[in-house]
C-alpha cells in the first residue's frame, strides 16, 4: 500500500467484518477537491492514486490534481488495476510470452519463478469452439469433442500454466463467455486483498469487450496482451487522465424494444459525438428502469461507441443483482457499506457529476434496429434494412421466391457476450420461437443456425420456461457456451449453400446478436453481417433472406395457410418479464458455479508437464517459443532515426486489427496455410488463426493476410498481397516482408484514419513487428493498437491534422527516411521530420506526429518494448 500522505487510510466494518480501506472524503475534508461532483469513474480512479501513492509513480501532486477535477486529456497517471482477465485467444499467447521470459531469465542467471502473475489473473477459456455441427440434439457434444481434438496443445500450455504460475486460474472450454462469467460470478464489484484491505474492483483485460463489466459498477476495459502479462507482473496501466462523457438516459423502453435496439442507438449516436480515448459515464433518473443486463449490454458495446468504457455507478439494482447471482452474503453487504461510505452509490437524488461533456437519450424514442452490413455503428430502423441491404449491394438479381439466392441469411447465429447475458432478450427469442412453431413456420433449409449462450445459466433457463424444445423446433439447438460466430468460429457452410454461393458469387448475409461485422470476420462466403436482438436473428432465420421488411411484410404462411407478420409472433414487454421472473432464479447461479474452474472430463484427463520451466515441444504447431527475448542486451537500445525504408503496405481508413491480424480460418494457399502444410498439417486441422497465436510461425505468415485486405500498393488485388520494390514484382506480404528481411531494408506501413480499430489483438503489433515493420504512419490510431505498438517497440507516428498520404502525393512507392525520432522522445519536441524520396530523386517533406503518448511509454519504447523492458526489471 502507498504512503498515506493524506491520512486517508481507514476502518470500515461492514456485516460483521472490519476492513482497511482509503477514505475518499478525507480529500474533501482536507479542502482538495469537491469528490461528491466528480464523475463515478474518476472517483475510482481517484481511490486508486490515493491507495497506490508512493512518492514515484504516484505522487500527491496526482492524488491532488485528480481530486481537484484537472488534468483530463493531458495528465497522465499509473492506475494499478484489481484483477487482469484473459480469454484463451489472447492468453494462450500470455502464458506463452510468460514461460519464454522464465527461459530468458534462467539464462540471464536471474530467479525464473519471478516472472509469475503478481495481481489475481482469470483465463475464461471461450474463444476456440466452433459450430462444426448445427441443428442437432448432439451439436453441443460434438462441437466440443472436435473443439478438444484441435486445441489439446494449447489447454495443456494453459493447464500447466494454472500449476505453474500462482494467481492464475483457468475457466475451462465450453464453461462460458469470459465477459458474461466475470459479470456473473468473478467480478466481486469491491476487492478484498489478502492484507484485508477493501478497495473497488477494477480490471483490465486482452479481450474489448471487458467493458461490460462497467455494467456492474466495475472499472474495466481492455488492454493488449503485452500490457495484459505487464500489469500481471506488477507494472501500472500508464495512462492519459480520460476526460468523461455524460450521457443522461431518461424515460424508459417502449413495447417491442430491446436492450439490443438500445445499445446500437446508443452506439451510433456516441459514435457521431466523438468519444474515442474517453470515459462515458451514464447517469439520470432512466438508469433506474434498466436492469443490470440491459446496462452490462450497453456496457459490452463501448469498444464498437469508441469509448474507453461505459460506466454505471453501483446502485440498489447492483445490488439485487449481486444477491440474484448467489453472491456471498458478507460480500453484498460490503460492496453495499463501502460504496455508501466512499459516494460510489447512485440513488435518483444523487447530484449529478459535472462531465466534461453530456448528450442525452429518452429511452422511449428507441426504436427496433440493427446494424449493418459492415460496421455496428451503421445502425438502420428495422423498416429500412431492406433498403440498407440493396444500398450496399446495388443491383442484384432478385432470386426466384422462396430460393437461395443473392440476399440469403445463410448464417442466424444467437451469440455473443452481449445479448446472452441479457435474459429479457434472450428468453424474448424463445418466445418468438414458440409462437412461430404454434404458427406453423418453419426455418428456410439454407439458414445455418446456432444457439451458443454466454453461460450454462441460459440454458438452465431455457429448460425451466419450457422454451428450449421450441428453438430446437427451428434448428436453434446449443451448439457451444462460448463466443462461436461472434469470433468468426461460425464453421463452414453446409456444402450445398457453399456451392451455390461460389458458384454464382452470391452475395449473402449473415444476422447474429454479436457486436461485430467487419467483412470477412464472421464468415469468408458472407459479404453482409448484420446485428441484431435474439429475437429478430429468429426471425430472419424464418424469413431467409434480407430482401424483406420485417414490419411490413409477412414472415411466411402459417399452417392455417394464412400470412404470418413479426408482429403476430413478437411477445409483449409483459410477458417478457413474467417469463423472466419465473424461469431464473439464485439457484442456477449456484448450481452452475460451484465447480467452475473443474472442467470436463476431456479437460481433467488433460497430462500436465511438469516444473516451473515450460517443456517446449518442438514438433507443436500451436505452441512455440517466441523470439522476442532471443537478442537481449543489458541495456536499451540507443534510440535511432530510420533510413531507405520500404513501404509494405499502404491503406485507406478503419484498417482493423482484424485486416492486420486475422483471427479467422487459414487459406490453403496462404503463407501461413503453406507453412503448416509443410509441418504434416491437414488443412482440415488447421483451426483458426486465433487458436494458433501460440506459435508465431503461424502468426507472423499471417499478418496483413486478412482475405478482405486492400493494399494500394498493390491495385486491383485484396488479400496479403504487395509489391516488392523496386522491382515491382507482386508477391504475398509474408514473403515481401522477408525478402526485405533477408537485404535489411526496414519497413513501413502507411494507413488512414482509425487505423487498428476492432478488436484488442496484440498480435496485430507483434505480427508486423515480426514482419520487420519499425514504423506506422496513420491519420489516427485506435487506443488500443497504438499502445500495442509501442509495446512492441514499433514507432506510431501520425500525419499532421488535414494531411494524409493521398494530400501529400504518397503512392508508398518511395522510399522513407525518418530522422529527429530521438530528440523528439527526449523530449525535444513532439515531430519527426519524414523524407519520401520517389525513384526520380526528388522529395516529398513533411513532419509527423510521434504518437509515444506518455514518459512511461517512452520507457518502453526505449527498451525495444514492454516485454523487455518487464524483463530487465524482473532480472533486477
Ligand atoms: Fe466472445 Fe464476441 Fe464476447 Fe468477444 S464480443 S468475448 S468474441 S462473445
Not at 69 to 80: D, H, L, N, P, T
Not at 116 to 142: K, M, W
Not at 681 to 697: I, K, L, M, T
Amino acid at each position: 500500500m502507498g504512503k498515506n500522505s493524506f491520512g486517508a487510510a481507514a476502518k470500515l466494518r461492514a456485516g460483521a467484518a472490519d476492513y482497511h480501506y482509503f477514505r475518499l472524503s478525507q480529500l474533501t475534508q482536507q479542502g482538495i477537491g469537491d469528490i461528491g461532483r466528480l464523475p463515478f469513474s474518476i472517483r475510482i480512479l481517484l481511490e486508486n492514486l490515493l491507495r497506490n501513492e508512493d512518492g514515484k509513480r504516484v505522487t500527491q501532486q496526482d492524488v491532488a490534481a485528480v481530486a481537484g477535477g484537472s488534468g483530463a486529456g493531458i495528465k497522465e497517471i499509473s492506475f494499478m488495476p484489481a484483477r487482469v482477465l484473459l480469454q484463451d485467444f489472447t492468453g494462450v499467447p500470455c502464458v506463452v510470452d510468460l514461460a519464454a521470459m522464465r527461459d530468458a531469465l534462467a539464462a540471464m542467471g536471474a530467479d525464473p519463478n519471478r516472472a509469475n502473475p503478481l495481481l489475481p489473473a482469470d483465463l475464461v477459456i471461450d474463444h476456440s469452439v466452433q459450430v462444426d455441427h448445427f441443428g442437432g440434439v448432439d451439436s453441443f457434444d460434438l462441437n466440443a469433442a472436435l473443439e478438444f481434438q484441435r486445441n489439446r496443445e494449447r489447454y495443456i500450455l494453459l493447464r500447466w500454466g494454472q500449476t505453474a504460475f500462482r494467481n492464475f486460474r483457468v475457466v475451462p472450454p465450453d464453461t462460458g463467455i469470459v465477459h458474461q462469467v466475470n459479470l456473473e460470478y468473478l467480478a466481486p464489484v469491491v476487492f478484498r486483498n489478502p492484507a484485508g484491505v477493501v478497495y473497488p474492483d477494477s480490471v483490465v483485460g486482452t479481450d474489448s469487450h471487458t467493458t461490460m463489466i462497467n455494467g456492474l459498477g466495475v472499472l474495466g476495459w481492455g488492454v493488449g496482451g503485452i500490457e495484459a502479462e505487464a500489469c500481471m507482473l506488477g507494472q501500472p496501466v500508464s495512462m492519459l487522465l480520460p476526460p468523461v462523457v455524460g450521457f443522461k438516459l431518461s424515460g424508459r423502453l417502449k413495447e417491442g424494444c430491446t436492450a439490443t435496439d438500445l445499445v446500437l442507438t446508443v452506439t451510433q449516436m456516441l459514435r457521431k459525438k466523438g468519444v474515442v480515448g474517453k470515459f462515458v459515464e451514464f447517469y439520470g433518473a432512466g438508469l433506474s428502469a434498466l436492469s443490470l443486463p440491459d446496462r452490462a449490454t450497453v456496457a459490452n458495446m463501448a469498444p464498437e461507441y469508441g469509448a474507453t468504457m461505459g460506466f454505471f455507478p453501483v446502485d440498489r439494482e447492483t445490488l439485487e443483482f449481486l444477491k440474484f447471482t448467489n453472491r456471498d452474503t458478507a460480500l453484498v453487504a460490503l460492496v453495499e457499506a463501502y460504496t455508501k461510505d466512499q459516494g460510489l452509490f447512485r440513488t435518483d437524488e444523487t447530484p449529478d457529476p459535472v462531465f466534461a461533456d453530456t448528450l442525452e437519450l429518452d429511452l422511449s424514442t428507441v426504436t427496433p434496429s440493427m446494424a449493418g452490413p459492415k460496421r455496428p455503428q451503421d445502425r438502420v430502423d428495422l423498416p429500412g434494412v431492406r433498403q440498407n441491404f440493396h444500398t450496399a449491394f446495388p443491383n442484384l438479381p432478385a432470386p426466384a421466391p422462396g430460393t437461395l439466392g443473392h440476399g440469403a441469411v445463410v448464417i442466424a447465429a444467437i451469440t455473443s457476450c452481449t445479448n446472452t447475458s441479457n435474459p429479457s432478450v434472450m428468453l424474448a427469442a424463445g418466445l418468438v420461437a414458440k409462437k412461430a412453431v404454434e404458427r406453423g413456420l418453419k426455418v428456410k433449409p439454407w439458414v445455418k443456425t446456432s444457439l451458443a449462450p454466454g453461460s450454462k445459466v441460459v440454458a438452465d433457463y431455457y429448460r425451466e420456461a419450457g422454451l428450449m424444445t421450441y428453438l430446437e423446433q427451428l434448428n436453434f439447438h446449443l451448439v457451444g457456451f462460448g463466443c462461436t460466430t461472434c469470433i468468426g468460429n461460425s464453421g463452414p457452410l453446409p456444402d450445398a449453400v457453399t456451392q451455390a454461393v461460389r458458384k454464382e458469387s452470391l452475395v449473402v448475409a449473415a444476422v447474429l446478436s454479436g457486436n461485430r461485422n467487419f467483412e470477412g470476420r464472421i464468415n469468408p462466403l458472407i459479404k453482409a453481417n448484420y446485428l441484431a436482438s435474439p429475437p429478430l436473428v429468429v426471425a430472419y432465420a424464418l424469413a431467409g433472406t434480407m430482401d424483406i421488411d420485417l414490419s411490413a411484410d409477412p414472415l411466411g404462411e402459417g399452417s392455417d395457410g394464412q400470412p404470418v407478420f413479426l408482429r403476430d409472433i413478437w411477445p409483449t414487454n409483459e410477458e417478457v418479464v413474467a417469463t423472466v421472473r419465473a424461469a431464473i432464479h439464485r439457484g442456477m447461479f449456484e448450481h452452475e458455479y460451484a465447480h467452475v474452474f473443474d472442467g470436463d472430463r476431456n479437460w481433467r484427463s488433460l497430462a500436465i508437464p511438469e516444473g516451473g520451466i515450460y517443456q517446449w515441444d518442438d514438433t507443436s504447431t500451436y505452441i512455440k517459443k517466441p523470439p522476442y527475448f532471443d537478442h537481449m542486451v543489458d541495456s536499451g537500445a540507443p534510440l535511432e532515426d530510420f533510413h531507405q525504408m520500404r513501404v509494405l503496405a499502404l491503406m485507406g481508413d478503419s484498417v482493423t486489427t482484424d485486416h492486420i491480424s486475422p483471427a479467422g480460418s487459414i487459406p490453403t494457399d496462404s503463407p501461413a496455410g503453406k507453412y503448416l502444410i509443410a509441418q504434416g498439417v491437414q488443412p482440415a486441422d488447421f483451426n483458426s488463426y486465433g487458436a494458433r497465436r501460440g506459435n508465431h510461425e503461424v502468426m507472423v505468415r499471417g499478418t496483413l493476410a486478412n482475405i478482405r485486405l486492400r493494399n494500394q500498393l498493390a491495385p486491383g488485388t485484396e488479400g496479403g498481397v504487395t509489391r516488392h520494390l523496386p522491382d515491382g514484382e507482386a508477391m504475398f506480404i509474408y514473403d515481401a516482408a522477408m525478402k526485405y528481411q533477408r537485404d535489411g531494408v526496414p519497413l513501413l506501413i502507411i494507413a488512414g484514419k482509425e487505423y487498428g480499430s476492432g478488436s484488442s489483438r496484440d498480435w496485430a503489433a507483434k505480427g508486423v513487428l515480426l514482419l520487420g515493420v519499425r514504423a506506422v504512419i496513420a491519420e489516427s490510431f485506435e487506443r488500443i493498437h497504438r499502445t500495442n505498438l509501442v509495446g512492441m517497440g514499433v514507432l506510431p507516428l501520425q500525419f499532421q491534422a488535414g494531411e494524409s498520404a493521398a494530400s501529400l502525393g504518397l503512392t508508398g512507392e518511395e522510399t522513407y527516411h525518418i530522422e529527429g525520432v530521438a530528440a523528439s522522445l527526449n523530449g525535444g519536441g513532439r515531430t519527426a521530420s519524414v523524407r519520401a524520396v520517389k525513384a526520380d530523386g526528388t522529395e516529398i517533406a513533411f513532419t509527423a506526429v510521434v504518437r509515444v503518448d506518455t514518459p512511461q511509454e517512452v520507457e518502453y519504447y526505449r527498451n525495444g518494448g514492454i516485454l523487455p523492458y518487464v524483463l530487465r526489471q524482473l532480472a533486477g
